[in-house]
């Protein structure tokens, strides 16, 4: 194996434009979004689709946690915590704009105001592409390839080479 190594969460974000995946025993890639509002109007709800009214970037409001304010008095400010974010800019991981109104798929039009820009946060292993190896339709890390099937996989690529007549013996 030699200089192999298992890539650390930061290595992401300095190889920008390189393709990633995961390995199915190192563990599940996870994204999500963390997103700063103000002038928080509506409570939203959890599971609904929030969107961004001039990016179009989206999320599925998983936790959404109240710092100060109150949303009947339209000065609601907090934090939500989304899964499944879409649109953001792969290269700077963020998501939605500052000063964006948010549009709820039950909270409806203009709920809440993003204050700053929201951050894609992405956790589990990841492996780079050329590390990936696929195998009996999954796909390993070389690590845990060769710990695995090391002897499957030499024993599938093994050719008989003894003479016609020994074969039967």
């Known amino acids: ?11 992401y974000d300095r190889v ?20 700063h509002y103000d002038s928080g109007s509506v409570l939203p709800t959890e599971g609904e689709t929030v969107t961004g009214a001039t990016s179009g970037d989206t999320m599925v409001l998983a936790r959404c946690v109240l710092i100060s304010g109150t949303y009947a008095g339209g000065d609601a400010v907090g934090v939500m915590e989304g899964t499944s974010p879409a649109g953001y800019d792969d290269g700077t991981l963020e998501i939605f704009t500052n000063d964006e109104n948010l549009n709820g798929s039950t909270s409806g039009d203009n709920f809440a105001t993003v204050n700053k820009i ?13 590390e990936i190896v696929e195998y009996q339709g999954k ?18 690529e093994r050719i008989d080479t003894a003479p016609e007549g020994d074969r039967d013996k």
């Open 139 to 156: 796909k390993y890390c070389r690590a845990h390839f060769l710990f695995k099937f090391r002897r499957d996989w030499q024993d599938d």
């Open 1 to 11: 194996m030699g200089d192999f190594r298992l890539p650390l969460r930061s290595d």
């Open 16 to 35: 920008a434009g390189a393709k990633w995946d995961e390995c199915c025993l190192c563990g599940t890639k996870r994204i999500r979004a963390l997103v």
């Open 118 to 130: 929201g951050a894609i946060q992405i956790s589990g292993r990841l492996v780079p592409d050329s």
